[in-house]
Each structure stands twice: as C-alpha cells, then as structure tokens.
C-alpha cells in the first residue's frame, strides 16, 4: 500500500488532479500492474503518480511536459514517492514526440486535436484514452473528434467527493467544498 | 488491462457494489499490486473482483460469504474474469474463521462490531479498513467503533458518478439515476 | 395556503415543470401579489398554476400554449385549481401575439429568439426573464441571445431536491429518482 | 417584485436562511398571499422577509427572537425592505409566548421539542410545521417528535443550488461552494 497523505507533503505548481478523479480514470479504463500509461500534461505529477502505483510492477508511465518548472515540480515528487522507475517524465511537446504502445492515454491538457489522433495509434486495440475537461464545450469537442477517429466513447461523468463530519453531536456533510473540477470523457479504442 | 465491460456479464445475486464506490475504495485505501485485502460479505463478488486486479499480480483478496446461494455466484463471478488464484472465497462466517495479516478490510456486511475488531488485529500497521453504509446511523456507529478500538477515522464520504449525455444537439446529464448508494467510511490502524 | 397534493391530482400532458424548478423561479425573480407574468409554453399548466397561487391577488398570468391538447389539459387543470380568474391561457402562437406589460416572463419552449426580443419589450425595467433549458447549448445561447438584447443575466443554476429517507432503522437519501431536469437561466431588464 | 438583491444589502449577523431553502419552504408548504406565519429563531431576519413578501398583502410573519443583538439586526432589516407592517418581531422566548393561528410554522432553533408542541396547536388543519436541521440526527428527532404529536411527514430534503459560470470561452459549474446547509423536514397537522 502506498498512502494518500505521501501526496500530502508533494509540491504543487498547477492545479492538481484530484484523487476522486484519478480514481475513476484507472477503475474505469480498467488499469492494472503492468499496463503501459501515456499521460500528456504532467502538472505536478499527481495524477502520473497515482496511475505510477497502479500500474507497478511491470508498468510504465509515460508523462509529458512542456513547461520546464512543472516538469521540475514533477520530477521531484516522483522522487518523493520513489516512482522513478516506473514514472518516465518527457520534457517538452508530446505532439512532437514518439509515443510508445500503450493501454491507457490520459489528456489533460489544451488542444488536443492532433494528441488523440497520435493517442489513437499508440493504443493497443481495446485501450482507452481520457480527457480531463473543465468546460462543457471541451467534453463535446473531445468526444466528436474521438468518434471522428474511430474511438467509442462509453463514459462522460462528472465526479462527486461529497465528505461528511461524523461527530458525537451530529453527522451532516462538510458545508463548503469542491463543486467541479473536470468532466472526464473515456473513449475506447 | 480489465474491462468493466467483463463485470457486465457477471451473475447479480444481491446488491452488487459499484464501481464508483470500488474506485473509491481502492484509491484512498492505497491499494496496490501485491497487497492482501480481506473482503467480508462477498455478495455477487463484484468489489473482491474489482480489489483482485488492483492487487494482481501477488496480492490476494480473501472474501467471506455466509450465504451458501452467494458465494456460488461469487465463484462463478471469480472464475468468468480469471480471478480465482487471486480470488479465494471461504464460505461461512468471518467473525469464526481466522483472517491472514492484511493491508485492508473492506466490510458490507451488518453487524460489524465483532468484524471491526478482527479487522484490527488483522491489519497491518498503516493498513485500512472501509465500512459500507447505507444509512448516516451505520455510519456514525462504524466510526465511533473503529475509535474505540484504536482505530484513526481520516474520511466519510458519499460518491456520487453523475453521468453525462453528449450529443450532437446538446449536452445535458442524464435525466434519473442513482442517487444513493451508500456512505464509505474509512479507518487506518 | 394551497396545498403541493392538490397538483398531484392534475392531468398530465407533456412532461411538467417540477416544484423545485418553480420555487426558484419565483423566489429568484423576487415574484410576489399583483405581479404580472407571461409564461410561453403552458404545457399541463403545473408552472402557470404555481406562479398563479403567487401572484393571486391582484396579479396575473397570462400562459400561451400552441398545441390544441396541450391547451385543453392546462385549461382543465387551472379549474381544478380554481386558478381560472388568475391564469388567462391563450391558445395559439406567443410570437404572433400581443404581449401584456409584465413582470416576469418564463419561456419553457423551443426557437426562444424571438420570444426574447418580445420578452425584454413587454417586460417593466428590473422585470426578469426566465429560461428552462434541457441543455448546456441551450443555456448558452438563451444568455448570449439576451446579453445581446441588453438583458444583464444574474443566476445560471440546476436545483437538486434529494429527498431522504427519515426512518426508525436508519436514514439516508433515497437510492434513485431524479438527476437533471433543466437549467434555469435568470435574466434582468 | 421584490428583488433578491434588496437582500445583499442588510445586516448579517447570525448565519442566514439561505434563499434556496426559503423558496422550497414557501413552495412545499404552499404559502400564499394573506397567509400567517411563526417564524421561530429570527436570526437576521431573511427566512422572515422573503415569508413576508410572499404572505403580503393580507398576511402576517410573526417571528420570535431571543438574542437581544440579532433581533435589533432583524428589525432593522424589516425596515429597510419596508416590511415592518408584514412582519412583526417579538422578541424573547417563542416557548413561553402566546402564538397566533397560523398556516405555517417555521423553526430554525435548537431544543424543537415544545416548540412543535405549540406549532402543531397554533397550526390551523393542513397548516405545515417546517424545520430546518443541520446534522441528519436533529433531523430524525425532528420527524420522530412531530409524528408523535399527530403531524403527518411529508417531505425531507436538501437543496442544492448549483450555480453555472455561463461563458463564451465555456460553461461549467462553479469549482468551490457551499455543499450543505441544511437538511429540510416538512410536517402536516
């Protein structure tokens, strides 16, 4: 077991995928040890190392950035959380780059016409790619061109993390909180 | 990789857990490859399914089921995805049987309050233990329990998977659905 | 006081206008006696009605409705109510038609170009205009449609009514029903 | 028409009544022009104002308030909306003070136990007693004490408002607000 407070103590440059979304992506794309993950935009990482832990042993995960201060973010916190053999950062434009066969591709990152396209050729038949949309609008986009490609979408959701106070004098759930995040749209190939 | 797609031709006896309670339960527990997971109340088998690819290869899932017409669909569930070297059920009541030392305990089941001590002397240290609860009491008394026993209570919450139509013309969630579930709540030794 | 029940005994056409939708339009229109509303769209009248009790006394609705049946169903409806001096339904085409000086006016009905412009014309300075939009693409173009009219839009929201279970054995939400009807879409003269 | 922004303006001192709970209190109770009300725990005195426009001309808010600080709040604000005929603040204990008839009592204050004992002989037949409860257990007692009393459960129920960012660049939901405020408890005498 790893801990979800080890990500407590990460650095965080951008805004971070959330874990209630991470969850989802591995559970619905299927994830497991070995599989072989593409994930274009690594932030500060939290999401390649989630997907880092799953697919260990025997997996990899392939993470590209261009911005160089998050990839130093990222490759920092691999370290932390001593997924450097498994997470593989890739500094620069993923568009540009060779990408490996692989199972799962996850996109969160603007534009991403040509990186569905290159995601649907690195995929083996069966793998499933993943976009983190915060607009409704990009869900829509993502999935048309997806279909456009030969991809068949089978989930758009949207993830609710609803945490409740449980205590002696009453239970109610938190007042304030996190009401959106992405829309998370998985295409099949 | 799995597909969520092979759970959809499982045999359903009683309630089946969700996938999106699955992912939280296999997410914020830390589960990985390798890990030993303890499983009380088997149901069709779906959450042992579920924990057994997350902890291939390695890892092992032990799942109790009391109910004789359960634990036959359970392995016949286990035996459809492959799952039964990973997979063990054992028929009968947990609170009697001895349980191995393990990383997490995941219980859907009444009458927790003998499980919830086993669970504590079975888990590691650092390890978890997830009740399932349908109703705010159940989960106001798991919690309370796991306290008193030693266990650290660090979230209660509810996941909502809120599913998305995306047409050509127009974007909206589905109409109805799943509302409730249940309540998740989580202990670490 | 009139009573929600008395609703339940109404005939039912086309899908209805929910109480949790209703409530919010009154309330966040700021709708009280003596105002003045033009409703496009009468469907079975359930909206029409509700805004009635509102406005009663010394107010008005006046509710178009196209379809004979449709018209015919909201008409009974208001009787049953005994709404029949408070909501004046008009058959036949709201675009076509002269429009009173109002309020409030509420479109629940497709091609709502038009129905804008002669919405913002009949309607007092500070008067408000409400869309009920299925869509995300609906909810966009109602708003830039009246942004462009020189409406100031001030409240884009989905009501969720989750309606729980209050019982001796536990309590919790109910485990299905509704997830999404419309998005409401306030705007102001 | 009143307007929600008049609201923006007053005084807050203890939290207030949000208008997402007071529209489905007005609408589920079926309050209309003319109707009485008891509004117990005036705070600063919102639940009590938008209850007097909807019950104006003809009705009355009487509301009680202990607390010498919040019902000097409250009356000001009364005042600045120009209720101050419509809604009549007494203030001390709601317990120990005569109540009129009335349609609809609301409670928004701890220890409800005589307080619906007074409801339910104030309420006139098919009046509604409403609570407002943060934690589930409150909304237990709550439902448990009115049966008990002869009052007949007809709705419980939180209420979201989940507000849009409607935009050219996009639309989503809004990331952060508030998750819970209360829970809702609708009684019939």
């Known amino acids: 077991m790893f801990t979800i407070d080890s990500f407590r103590k990460l650095k965080r440059g951008p805004q971070v995928v959330l874990f209630k979304d991470a969850s989802f992506v591995s559970c619905f794309s299927g994830l497991q040890s070995g ?47 001593g997924l450097q053999n498994v997470v593989s950062l890739i500094e620069g434009d993923a568009v540009r780059r060779k990408w490996p066969e692989c199972d799962l591709v996850t996109i969160d990152a603007g534009g991403g016409d040509v990186l569905l396209k290159k995601a649907f050729n690195a995929l ?27 991809f068949k979408p089978f989930k758009s959701t949207e993830v609710f993390d609803r945490n409740w106070l449980v205590r002696e004098q009453g239970c109610r759930p938190e007042n304030t909180g996190l009401i959106h995040s992405v829309f998370l749209c998985f295409l099949r190939k």
């Not at 799953?54 to 490759?75: L, M, N």
């Not at 083996?124 to 993943?130: H, I």
Request: hydrophobic share 40%; aromatic share 12%; net charge positive.
């Open 124 to 150: 083996k038949p069966g793998g499933v790619a993943v976009g983190f949309l915060p607009n409704v609008e990009q869900l829509k986009v993502f999935q048309e061109k997806g279909v456009k490609l030969g």
């Open 35 to 81: 599989d072989v993950v593409v994930d274009v935009g690594s932030g500060s990482g939290f999401l390649a190392s989630y997907l880092g832990f799953i697919v260990s042993p025997g997996g990899k995960v392939y993470t590209f950035e261009r911005r160089e201060e998050f990839a130093r973010i990222a490759r920092q916190n691999f370290e932390k959380l």
